[in-house]
């Protein structure tokens, strides 16, 4: 199974990266995943996503480029329809910088669900996810040091999915 979508990563809590939320470098943006994965029975997924989106970073960066690797497991729940809702968990690793460039690093982890629409070979996929992100302390382009910690994101995701058998 692989596909593509749409993201939107919604800033809940910078945490200890901005003292305040206003000009905060760390901004909500969105942008594209790409997915592939396993589906050995209709009740499973496991797979790979990479995130890449455009964060606002309150013009202390030119380009808030937000970059996430994970792994996801999906459970299903086959309802006899087109339709099957599902739970989502993930982890993996983030990065945050200016224009592509990495300023700091850390983990993160999902939980989620969603609906998954059968169209044929396809589906489309809706997931919603809490997204808690570790980032270590770095100073940004203009040298304003940023703490090290745990910043919250919730994810909203749309995204058409191929699946094709081996």
């Known amino acids: 199974q692989f596909g593509v979508g749409l993201a939107a990563e919604v800033v809940g809590s910078p945490g200890p990266i901005c003292p305040s939320v206003a000009n905060c470098i760390l901004g909500s ?5 790409v997915r592939v994965g396993w589906r050995p029975v209709d009740r499973w997924y ?6 890449v989106s455009k964060q606002d970073p309150n013009q202390l960066y030119r380009l808030g480029i937000l970059q996430q690797l994970r792994g996801e497991g999906r459970r299903y729940f086959p309802t006899g329809r087109e339709t099957s809702p599902f739970v989502l968990v993930g982890a993996g690793a983030s990065g945050y910088g200016d224009e592509w460039r990495v300023d700091t690093w850390g983990i993160n982890a999902t939980l989620g669900g969603g609906l998954e629409v059968e169209l044929g070979a396809a589906v489309v996929a809706v997931s919603v996810a809490y997204r808690p992100m ?3 302390g770095w100073s940004d382009t203009s040298g304003i040091p940023h703490d090290a910690g745990v910043a919250h994101f919730l994810s909203l995701e749309v995204s058409i999915e191929a699946q094709d058998q081996l």
């Open 29 to 33: 943006g969105g942008g594209l995943v």
């Open 134 to 136: 570790y980032f270590q």
């Open 46 to 51: 496991v797979g790979g996503a990479y995130e």
